[in-house]
T-cell receptor, first 116, second 114 residues
Framework: AQKVTQAQTEISVVEKEDVTLDCVYE???????LFWYKQPPSGELVFLIR??????QNEISGRYSWNFQKSTSSFNFTITASQVVDSAVYFC?????????????FGRGTSLIVHP | DAGVTQSPTHLIKTRGQQVTLRCSPK?????VSWYQQALGQGPQFIFQ???????QRGNFPDRFSGHQFPNYSSELNVNALLLGDSALYLC?????????????FGQGTRLTVV
């Protein structure tokens, strides 16, 4: 069964600090997809990034970067020079290809608080 | 292009009552999923609909049921409400032919059972 662990419940930083959100996953599938979503106080889950299990190339997009390492089953997310608007709950999710339904399993989320 | 829309935004119900939540998927999407998100938790998958039928279901009791209409919109029904059903209910949509892609979520319906 698939499982996602986000060990950090809450992280508090001061604006302009860099912050890394950890995500560890478990799956028996060789084909799977990993996601990061952001949930601001409004409640809507906002998609940030998707990675498939065959693509370990790490990515940088503006102030965001992602580090996918299959050897440690981790898919960590870093925000560089954090801003107050980054304050939200961040969820890591995993969907397996087996069965064809690709239903994502979410972690419990990490609440990021960025202080001015 | 409207995204996923859900109604109502907030709802207060009494234990034992029944509730219906509604969702309109993003334009071009034909698959709708429902999630329950308890406070401080990640979203938990309830079920997924496409072609007007329930196709996959998570670990939720039969009190949770749904429907999908020909225009792809969907309803979530919960009968015999319990206090523990209080949560944010999220609807998500995807195009069926791209199931390995990300789902788009609505803003959710906050259900409070008293």
């Amino acid at each position: 069964a698939q499982k996602v662990t986000q060990a950090q419940t809450e992280i508090s930083v001061v604006e302009k600090e860099d912050v890394t959100l950890d995500c560890v996953y478990e799956t028996r599938d060789t084909t799977y997809y990993l996601f990061w979503y952001k949930q601001p106080p409004s409640g809507e889950l906002v998609f940030l990034i998707r990675r498939n299990s065959f693509d370990e190339q790490n990515e940088i997009s503006g102030r965001y970067s992602w580090n996918f390492q299959k050897s440690t089953s981790s898919f960590n997310f870093t925000i560089t020079a954090s801003q107050v608007v980054d304050s939200a709950v961040y969820f890591c999710a995993l969907s397996e290809a087996s069965g064809g339904s690709y239903i994502p399993t979410f972690g419990r989320g990490t609440s990021l608080i960025v202080h001015p | 292009d409207a995204g996923v829309t859900q109604s109502p935004t907030h709802l207060i119900k009494t234990r034992g009552q029944q509730v219906t939540l509604r969702c309109s998927p993003k334009s071009g999407h034909d698959t709708v999923s429902w999630y329950q998100q308890a406070l401080g938790q990640g979203p938990q998958f309830i079920f997924q609909y496409y072609e007007e039928e329930e196709r996959q279901r998570g670990n939720f009791p039969d009190r949770f049921s749904g429907h999908q209409f020909p225009n792809y919109s969907s309803e979530l029904n919960v009968n015999a409400l319990l206090l523990g059903d209080s949560a944010l209910y999220l609807c998500a949509s995807r195009p069926k032919r791209f199931w390995n892609t990300e789902a788009f979520f609505g803003q959710g319906t906050r259900l409070t059972v008293v």
